[in-house]
């Protein structure tokens, strides 16, 4: 009797201190019932983005699209008031990832290395607050509530505890604090309807990849993870269960998330069925595996999220809100070739500008000299 009172209590305390890598599917369900105009709005989106890429993205300029970034810092005790340095820490991994620059593309299989994409997306800590004033982008705010729940949102809102948002047509709103449940991050998928509980809430214990960052979710990817989620992907599985669709053809149809780290290849009932040897890519960063295991996401997904992007968040395509002020640069479609900085005639460090010379510094030393024409 002992024993077994015992086996129940230990499997209690592993299920109370079990983690729950995300949120957003439940989230989501959350959302589309206290608003019916999300729901709407939610169940257009898939055929508008559809629509969106077959008419535009083959023939759109080439973009860095850079995503000015708010981190609202709420905490309750001072390990939760996370440094600086780990707030940088995480923004550097977004870069990295959504870049395609993080040193662990060396393990992603030979086989999907050819449709492992750089997204050309770039986020900073945002240089300006809402009312126009110099930031660092980090929003410090003490709070009472030991805990916070995904349910009703309070840390997006001062009046339960949380931080307000900043206007969530400019910036990419980051809530870092403690969430209770075990539960990892959240975050909300974009519409056209504007949504008031916008943005991406993560756990302070996995944020960064330095100071209270816990393994084996301590490399970052949880952000990279539900950024995803804000820019319109859905989980490699799909979103309605067994070998589901995640709309992008070019993720192989998997039956469920992964969890640690399978070995490569790891086929599932799914891939005999849809005839993907290669079995699930749970390497993707929209899969559920540790940290240290995730290292891509794919050309199919770049293209629904800068789908998301000019159609549901296009405040992000042109602002002066990261450094240097330019946003978007355009690129010559058949260049990889990375701008370092942009001057003028005198040498110093400009925007872009219409009608007068101005100089591109390009990251392997060659300049070129533009008139952009008004
Ligand atoms: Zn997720």
Known sequence: MRSLLTILLLSISLCSNAQHRCGTSIYTEQLSAKYEDYSKARSKVNKETEDWIKKNYHDQIKTIIKIPVVVHVVWNTNTENISDAQIFSQIDIL???????????????????????????????????????????????????????????????????????????????????????????????PSSWPNPNDGVVIGYRYFGNTGTAQPPYH??????????????????????????????????????????????????????????????????????????????????????????????????????????????INKDITSSKKIVKIIDVLGRETQEKKNIPIFYIYENGNVERKIIID
Not at 147 to 176: C, E, K, R, T
Not at 296 to 318: C, D, H, V, W
Request: glycine content about 8%; proline content about 5%.
């Open 219 to 328: 490399k970052g990817r949880t952000a990279t993870h539900e950024i995803g989620h804000w820019l319109n992907l859905e989980h490699v599985w799909g979103a309605w269960g067994s070998c589901g669709n995640d709309q992008v053809s070019d993720t192989p149809i998997q039956e469920t998330e992964n969890y640690s780290c399978p070995s490569f290849p790891s086929t599932s009932i799914c891939s005999g069925q849809s005839n993907t040897p290669n079995g699930d890519m749970f390497m993707n960063y929209m899969d559920y595996t540790n940290d240290a295991c995730m290292n891509l996401f794919t050309e199919g997904q770049k293209s629904r999220m800068i789908a998301a992007i000019n159609q549901y968040r296009p405040n992000l395509l042109s602002h002066s809100l990261c450094q240097g002020g330019v946003s978007a």
């Open 95 to 189: 870069n990295k990832d959504y870049r395609r620059q993080n040193i662990d593309t060396i393990n992603t299989p030979n086989v999907w290395k050819n449709i492992a994409a750089d997204c050309e997306i770039e986020f900073c800590l945002a240089n300006t607050d809402p009312n126009g004033n110099t930031t660092t982008g980090i929003n410090r705010v003490q709070t009472n509530v030991s805990s916070f729940s995904m349910n009703g949102d309070p840390v997006m809102s001062s009046s339960s505890g949380g931080a307000d948002p900043w206007d969530q047509d400019s910036y990419l709103n980051i809530w870092v604090c403690d969430l209770g449940s075990g539960l990892l991050g959240y975050a909300s998928p």
